[in-house]
């Protein structure tokens, strides 16, 4: 597996809580996304990042905020939890546009 | 924006057939197109991918056609195997895209 790990792999948290979650790269990769996973829609993109400091919104990057301040680290805040949250998120990295895309092994998120 | 419309959503077979599935995009301009296999509590792995500068590629049993006339894409499992149950995901991107958009994933199962 490419170096990424997301943490925590699991968590439930209350409605109305803040929560983040953290992907950690040991490959040097410019390219971070987030994306959730949800049945009957694939995987859709948060945010991503294409450098320190710089990010961008996915098509569904409502209720979420990114920060990424170091090369390895991009951290997803959901500001205030809600069960539409609830999902698996997953991470990915990679070297460059138009190339593969890595993905970790996912954080299963339940509001409740 | 990109849309990837992917069909079926689920695909029984027999051990030993072949398996297609079937991928359209809108954007013309896309030019990259992967397809990831994921396991089940796993993340998107890539098996396979074409650029738009090739009309098929083929790795072992696994092969991916594309027709950028008709902007569909598939992949094509001969001698399919047990092991191949999974959920499949296409996928496409294109030049200046920071990011892959996905198809809503065929949960391919194979049957002893």
Redesign the interface.
Known sequence: DAGITQSPRHKVTETGTPVTLRCHQTENHRYMYWYRQDPGHGLRLIHYSYGVKDTDKGEVSDGYSVSRSKTEDFLLTLESATSSQTSVYFCAISPGTGSEAFFGQGTRLTVV | ?ENVE?HP?TLSVQEGDSAVIKCTYSDSAS??F?W?KQEL??????II?I?SNVGEKKDQRIAVTLNKTAKHFSLHITETQPEDSAVY?CAA?K???????????TRLQVQP
């Open positions: 924006g992917q959503s030019n990259y992967p990831y509590g796993k993340g998107p792995q890539l991918d650029r995901f991107s030049p200046g895209r920071r990011a892959l958009t996905f198809g809503s994933g």
